[in-house]
């Protein structure tokens, strides 16, 4: 059975940081992207960042880039989240998310076969 845990999240002042981790098991994902989401209340799931099965490839939406990096550790089967220059709009539930074939990117959520349970991230002003 596949499981995907997340960690790392808490409550941070605006400009801030936190890093995310989300570890996996139950099979590897050494050869698919891993990707994050988050949802705020009364919002939907957003895609948050993509990162191939290498890591020499990422990709951001534009509320986030320049501030947050994805990573990746194949040996560990687990994906990060380095926030910075957190701002009270980040605050949401994130979730690390992975497609069970390695050609599929997971950027929106139909795309997605496995969820974490999600950690919050709450960023106050």
């Known amino acids: 059975q596949v499981q995907m845990v997340e960690s790392g999240g808490g409550l941070v002042q605006a400009g801030g940081s936190l890093r995310l981790s989300c570890a996996a098991s139950g099979r590897s994902f050494n050869t698919n992207h891993m990707a994050w989401f988050r949802q705020a209340p009364g919002k939907e799931r957003e895609f948050v960042a993509d990162i191939n099965w290498s890591g020499a490839n990422t990709i951001y939406a534009d509320s986030v880039k320049a501030r947050f990096t994805i990573s990746r550790d194949n040996a560990k089967n687990t994906v990060y989240l380095q926030m910075n220059s957190l701002k009270p709009e980040d605050t949401a539930v994130y979730y690390c998310?992975?497609?069970?074939?390695?050609?599929?990117?997971?950027?929106?959520?139909?795309?997605?076969?496995?969820w974490g349970q999600g950690t919050q991230v709450t960023v106050s002003s």
């Open positions: 998310a992975a497609a069970r074939d390695p050609w599929v990117t997971p950027t929106s959520p139909s795309r997605v076969n496995y």
